[in-house]
């Protein structure tokens, strides 16, 4: 069962087009199998959670709390690394503002 803060390497399916693309991202929550992200991206002009190489990412990014899917556990490739406890605190703070605008 996957959990907030796991980055995962994942299949997305992007809304622009049909084309799915591997990439990473951050695990909101997994229910009855479907498992909710954020998508991950580095370009670095886009607004969202700061994700440094310090944390484990391959190259300084952004968690784009503006671009959630919900995927099957069958398209998450593997588990890169856990955010921490901090982190997720921020990535849950910032998702409740979202939800009260």
Do not use: C, W
Not at 5 to 22: C, N, R, Y
Not at 73 to 79: A, L, S, T, W
């Amino acid at each position: 069962m996957h959990k907030l803060g796991e980055v995962v390497l994942a299949e997305i399916q992007f809304a622009d087009s049909l084309d799915i693309k591997t990439r990473p991202a951050t695990v909101l929550f997994e229910e009855y199998g479907n498992i909710v992200i954020a998508g991950i991206t580095s370009n670095l002009k886009m607004g969202g959670i700061p994700l440094s190489k310090k944390e484990g990412a391959v190259k300084e990014s952004i968690i784009k709390l503006n671009y959630i899917f919900t995927i099957s556990e069958k398209m998450v490739k593997k588990v890169l690394f856990s955010l921490s406890n901090e982190k997720k605190k921020i990535i849950v703070n910032e998702f409740i503002k979202k939800l009260s605008v």
